[in-house]
DNA sequence: GTAATTTACTTCAAGCTTGAAATATCTAAG
DNA sequence: CTTAGATATTTCAAGCTTGAAGTAAATTAC
């Protein structure tokens, strides 16, 4: 052989393999999504992005501000707008204002959301395992490592 | 120790760690998805569907059916439409019509869409060589081994 | 051949999403 | 106080997305 010893010839540059890996992440959690909206449509007639904001408020007994939404769900601030105007006119959310800031309000859940959400999540925790079935302890370990790894180097930019 | 030594006691339930397992996928596609889109549309003035389009069909020079794209790229019908249209005049893609079937059509990238697709694509793979920099080739081997593992299960459904 | 079905695509309404611009309010500097 | 700046939210236009319904053409089964 007469090529330098020092390429191997068959590896794949890292920018080639980083791509495929982000093709992949993309794809299975597009997946994901895309069978846990189906669920949600199909069997209780909400959407993912109000689930998200439902979980949000639950676990915030005492409310949050419009802003805390949008940055938890890292979503826009208009977008949160419509979605909790949405949540309230149902009965689901509640808009209290805050004496000491006319500017902005507490969202809570009021407790027939409170109801719908306990029903919700316990839903959505079941189809997740059910979804990930396929992954034991170990995979469960091992991808969380690395996506703990990887977020964490994507928040620190 | 007093407690049984088959239960550690510590051990979480399958279930909440595939559902923290979730999450974590949703969070880092969801952090690397901003990140392209800021660039997209930030430095080539595009958006990510689009480019998902185009990247389909500079793949198949002989050019792909309406819903050969939408299966490919796991969205609706109708959305590809959209898409096509706008891509078609800006000059970018072409519909080509098929003698055998007068329903279908055949879309293509035009020499100006694959001009501007090679330039578009060569950032691509750039920016995701730099925002995942934080794994190396082990880091990647262990994500795709198991990313692999979980479409697939998820594909056959 | 013709009726029923399947396939290919478009249109549409509803909803999500963003980023920018507009309001309103609060805070801080002078 | 008043002005400047920061903060909290809403409104808006543009674009993405879906799922359902509609049109058209091809295929299959009688």
Redesign the interface.
């Known amino acids: 052989m007469t090529t330098s010893p020092v390429k191997a010839g068959k590896t794949e540059p890292?920018?080639?393999?980083?791509?495929?890996?982000?093709l992949?992440?993309?794809?299975?959690?597009?997946?994901?999504?895309?069978?846990l909206r189906r669920r949600m449509r199909a069997e209780l007639g909400t959407t993912l992005p109000r689930f998200d904001v439902m979980s949000a408020l639950s676990r915030a007994p005492d409310g949050l501000k419009m802003s805390e939404i949008s940055k938890r769900l890292?979503v826009s601030n208009g977008n949160i707008t419509g979605i909790v105007d949405k949540l309230t006119d149902e009965g689901i959310a509640l808009r209290v204002s805050i004496p000491a800031d006319r500017r902005a309000n507490l969202v809570r859940l009021t407790p027939k959301g409170q109801a719908l959400f306990a029903r919700h999540a316990a839903l959505h925790?079941?189809w997740?395992?059910e979804?990930?079935?396929?992954?034991n302890?170990d995979?469960?370990?091992?991808?969380?490592l690395?996506?703990?790894?990887?977020?964490t180097?994507?928040?620190d930019?």
Chains 1, 2 share one sequence.
Not at 24 to 33: D, F
Not at 146 to 151: E, G, K, P, T, V
């Open positions: 890292m920018s080639k393999s980083r791509l495929r890996l982000w992949k992440l993309l794809k299975t959690s597009g997946l994901i999504e895309e069978e890292r925790e079941a997740i395992d979804i990930l079935a396929g992954l302890a995979d469960v370990a091992g991808m969380v690395r996506l703990d790894h990887l977020s180097t994507l928040e930019e």
